[in-house]
């Protein structure tokens, strides 16, 4: 025995020297990247230090703090409001990555404050980022909701979509983690509906996958099962084997509600095979776990039990609260179906009672419900009544709605029933005497289960309600913004025809007036040469302004309303100005029709032509090209038009972030027009826009 216990203190000795040792070099590199710094402080130095900050993180805390701590104190010596953000910033994810939820929290509250006090927005985007990541973990803290909002209208309001996308997917897991499936999926499509072509295919699939498991929560089985298949195309061919063995268990899931249950079993056992392969312990943990699920559902409990065991040994080693709370759950569930009660009420203790401890609500909610199946079976009916007024405790702060009300409306039901119990009980007794014991047996039984039964009527047609008025205020919202919408695009709408009717009116009245009036000045002048010719000179010099000037106006008049164009229509109107590109020296302009040329209504002839001429200036003022191409291809129910250059060509994110003029008003016209654009272009390499229109050859365009 001695031989033992000393074998086993060496053992100790040598492990914990290890650790110390391993410490103790972690600590020397922080210290020795610090030397390396110099001893000159500057923003550079705090800005390294952070850097450093984030890698020691992931395998030394203490290290990660030290030059956090230390480059807060030079940033407030040289007095670096963005540095002292950044430390305090720094130093939160630290603790986050490590698990100190109070210390991380606490320490991105200060960062806020300094970064709220510079202002720097983008700092405050990501602070309030990672208090939504850090928040999210707590059903109770629906403040992360308000976290992910403000840093999303941020990223929005720079335009960075990349971030945006992150935050759309988180909103729409924090939804999915408290059960608002409606919520999540709205949140789940935004971000489909704004990812750019450089998007990871993977990231998109992942997405897919989420879908697939909230419309299967939603009820819509063929939904789910086409998200989930679009996601296992893409990530089936990727190396990213722990999201892989994810899909898996969700395919699985999926079939274990259709009751496919050997399908089911055979997707669990191919997530638990990649896991075991990648050594994901946790993937592994959660594949036991969907097992046990199905072996419970086949009414295989002992197997079941098993399968949770074996989850329970990485939960708790890793100490996973939501782990240990589903481990418990389902073997509670088990207990209760093989009619083991006290079993199955003691790990629904246990598993209420870290529910609580983490406010994991959702889970207090499932695990109240199996309560009140275990007291129903015990016939427990005060119990019974009781964890039901608990269940709807936590439904109200869910769902933010009163909680007085509803516990009252419980308890004077409760109230009733007891009192009704007690004149049964009385009228029992009165009537014992005529009646035999088991037809007042039959008759209590009736009674109680009448009781119990209403009450769980009462409880699911609240539950109803509320889930519709939920769901009537999302499609509100959603109206209401998308009038809000509409709004904005029929004033910006009018605002652009009002500008080509001014067009319109001021060409005409040069043309009309001033025109009239040169050409009849002409012809006076010209009348005074015949009758004066010792001034002939200066008179024919006189003609001769007056012919230019007769040229500048019809080039006025031409720009703001081509005749062409409200005379023959669009196509002529373009070809017109395209000979005129032709005939201009240095320009090879070419055009092409392609379909039935039809007159289109006025207003929408004009936008079009706005645009290519938009497009035209854009490449003689910037892009230096001298080849431009334009062809027109008109479909019944669509028009494309394709324009080119061969021009110097240009970045197209820099200049859609910088958001100038002459790209603005080509997309605004076209969004007016309920049209598509695409632009394609790089540095040196010209530019291609490609623009579809909707269009019916009997009626025109589709209004605007």
């Not at 009527?457 to 809000?484: C, G, S």
């Not at 490609?690 to 009997?698: E, F, G, L, N, Q």
Request: with cysteine; net charge neutral; proline share 2%.
């Amino acid at each position: 025995m001695q031989k033992y216990l000393i074998f086993l203190l060496v053992i100790i000795f040598f492990t914990d020297g290890f650790s110390i040792k391993s410490v103790i070099s972690q600590n020397e590199m922080a210290m020795s990247l610090i030397e390396t710094l110099g001893k000159e402080d500057n923003r550079e130095k705090v800005d390294k230090l952070l850097s450093q900050s984030l890698i020691y993180r992931k395998y030394d805390l203490d290290s990660a703090l030290l030059c956090c701590d230390i480059a807060l104190s030079i940033a407030e010596k040289i007095n670096y409001p963005v540095g002292i953000a950044e430390s305090y910033f720094k130093k939160s994810v630290a603790y986050s990555y490590n698990a100190d939820v109070n210390n991380a929290i606490k320490l991105a509250n200060n960062a806020l404050d300094v970064a709220e006090s510079i202002p720097d927005s983008m700092i405050i985007a990501k602070v309030h980022y990672k208090l939504a990541s850090i928040k999210k973990e707590s059903s109770l803290n629906l403040s992360a909701i308000e976290h992910y909002k403000i840093a999303l209208k941020i990223y929005l309001h720079h335009g960075d979509m990349a971030k945006a996308a992150i935050l759309y997917t988180g909103l729409g897991n924090y939804f999915e983690k408290i059960s608002f499936y409606d919520s999540a999926a709205i949140y789940y499509h935004k971000y489909l509906d704004n990812i750019t072509p450089n998007t990871n295919a993977v990231n998109v699939a992942i997405v897919h996958g989420n879908l697939g498991k909230v419309y299967q929560k939603l009820g819509e089985f063929d939904i789910a099962r086409e998200y989930l298949k679009s996601a296992y195309k893409v990530i089936i061919n990727s190396t990213n084997y722990k999201e892989i063995g994810r899909l898996y268990n969700k395919m699985g899931s999926l079939e274990v509600e259709l009751e496919n249950y050997s399908l089911a079993k055979d997707q669990f056992l191919k997530a638990d095979s990649v896991f075991r392969k990648y050594k994901y312990d946790d993937g592994i943990s959660n594949s036991h776990v969907n097992l046990a699920v199905l072996y419970a559902k086949q009414g295989f409990f002992d197997l079941s039990i098993s399968k949770y065991d074996s989850a329970m040994v990485y939960y708790r080693d890793n100490d996973i609260p939501d782990g240990m709370i589903v481990v418990w759950e389902g073997k509670a569930h088990a207990y209760l179906k093989k009619e083991i009660y006290d079993t199955a009420l003691i790990y629904c203790d246990s598993s209420l009672s870290l529910a609580k401890k983490t406010q994991n609500l959702n889970r207090q909610i499932e695990i109240y419900n199996q309560i009140i199946s275990i007291y129903s079976e015990l016939e427990d009916w005060e119990n019974a009544a009781n964890t039901i007024v608990l269940l709807n405790d936590v439904e109200d702060i869910i769902f933010s709605l009163k909680k007085t009300i509803t516990v009252n409306d419980l308890r004077i039901k409760y109230n009733r029933d007891k009192d009704q119990l007690k004149i049964f009980n009385l009228e029992t007794a009165r009537l014992e005497q005529e009646y035999n014991n088991l037809k007042l047996a039959k008759q209590r039984n009736i009674f109680l289960y009448a009781g119990i039964g209403l009450i769980i009527f009462a409880f699911f047609l609240l539950f109803f309600f509320r889930y519709r008025a939920r769901k009537n205020q999302v499609i509100a919202e959603q109206r209401i913004q998308q009038l809000q919408e509409e709004k904005k695009l029929m004033a910006a709408r009018f605002l652009v025809e009002g500008q080509e009717n001014e067009r319109k009116r001021i060409a005409s009245a040069i043309h009309d007036s001033l025109g009239v009036l040169l050409s009849t000045s002409k012809m006076h002048i010209t009348a005074i040469k015949d009758s004066d010719p010792e001034n002939k000179a200066l008179i024919d010099k006189a003609t001769k302004f007056l012919d230019e000037a007769n040229s500048e106006m019809r080039k006025i008049s031409h720009n703001m309303m081509p005749g062409a164009l409200s005379k023959l229509g669009l196509c002529e109107a373009l070809e017109d100005l395209f000979e005129t590109l032709d005939e201009t020296e240095g320009i090879d302009a070419r055009m092409e029709v392609l379909g039935p040329k039809e007159r289109l209504p006025e207003n929408q002839e004009i936008m079009i032509y706005r645009v290519v001429q938009e497009m035209v200036n854009n490449s003689l003022k910037h892009s230096k090209a001298d080849r431009i191409d334009l062809t027109l291809v008109i479909h019944p129910d669509e028009l494309d038009l394709s324009y080119s250059d061969n021009g110097k060509g240009f970045d197209v994110e820099e200049v859609m972030a910088k958001k100038t003029m002459g790209i603005q008003s080509i997309r605004s016209r076209v969004k007016f027009l309920d049209g598509i654009i695409k632009i394609d272009s790089s540095p040196g390499k010209g530019v291609v826009y490609r623009i579809s229109v909707p269009v019916d050859t009997k009626r025109g365009l589709t209004s605007i």
